[in-house]
């Protein structure tokens, strides 16, 4: 079975752009949830999404938003970059508890 | 916010050895899960260990689990060059109907020495 694939890689982006990272999970599962992680905050969640809803929700501002489609893949959008939002996005699918990471979308904001 | 505290922060051994990191956290939980992570790249699944259970085995990997202490701790035996990475401990806890929100702790970095 193909892993979770996560387009693109790398990004780079001035502040106020927005951006949008896509995320493949492996077929059959149907829970995609996304992470971010900074040197300084760790790895922390955004959000989970299940059979195309939003089931939780990490503490971060609304500027981060998500979707899931029917097919099970996913997208995370940022609006209004700022330099914070320079981190390592990573998406992760489950279909019984363990989850599966992909490689991660590495952004960075300048 | 953190849940999972890893204990300790770095540790440095020779090829060979066993390593063992602790991971503490504050709230009940529904499974605790460790993963390892290679500078800076994806996590990779390591062992998943539910609530009423109180040690797990995979290979080299012996977990065990303490929920009255609200501990965690990781066991890689027989050490390998390859086992240097960043090692995590994650909780799940219930919540919107899934089990599957994760409350990453900072890390232990695993260095292992040839």
């Known amino acids: 079975k193909a892993g979770v694939t996560q387009t693109p890689r790398y990004l780079i982006k001035t502040r106020g752009q927005q951006v949008t990272l896509s995320c493949s999970p492996i077929s059959g599962h149907r829970s995609v949830s996304w992470y971010q992680q900074t040197p300084g905050q760790g790895l922390q969640f955004l959000f989970e999404y299940f059979s195309e809803t939003q089931r939780n929700k990490g503490n971060f501002p609304g500027r981060f938003s998500g979707r899931q489609f029917s097919n099970s893949r996913s997208e995370m959008n940022v609006s209004t970059l700022e330099l914070g939002d320079s981190a390592l996005y990573l998406c992760?699918?489950?279909?019984?508890?363990?989850?599966?990471f992909g490689p991660g979308t590495r952004l960075t904001v300048l | 916010s953190q849940q999972g505290e890893e204990d300790p922060q770095a540790l440095s051994i020779q090829e060979g050895e066993n390593a063992t990191m602790n991971c503490s956290y504050k709230t009940s939980i529904n499974n605790l899960q460790w993963y390892r992570q290679n500078s800076g790249r994806g996590l990779v699944h390591l062992i998943l260990i539910r609530s009423n259970e109180r040690e797990k085995h995979s290979g080299r990997l012996r977990v065990t689990l303490d929920t009255s202490k609200k501990s965690s701790s990781l066991l890689i035996t027989a050490s390998r060059a390859a086992d240097t990475a960043s090692y995590f401990c994650a909780t799940a806890v219930n919540s919107g109907g899934s089990n599957y929100k994760l409350t990453f702790g900072k890390g232990t970095l695993l260095t292992v020495n040839p």
């Open positions: 992760a699918s489950s279909l019984s508890g363990e989850q599966f």
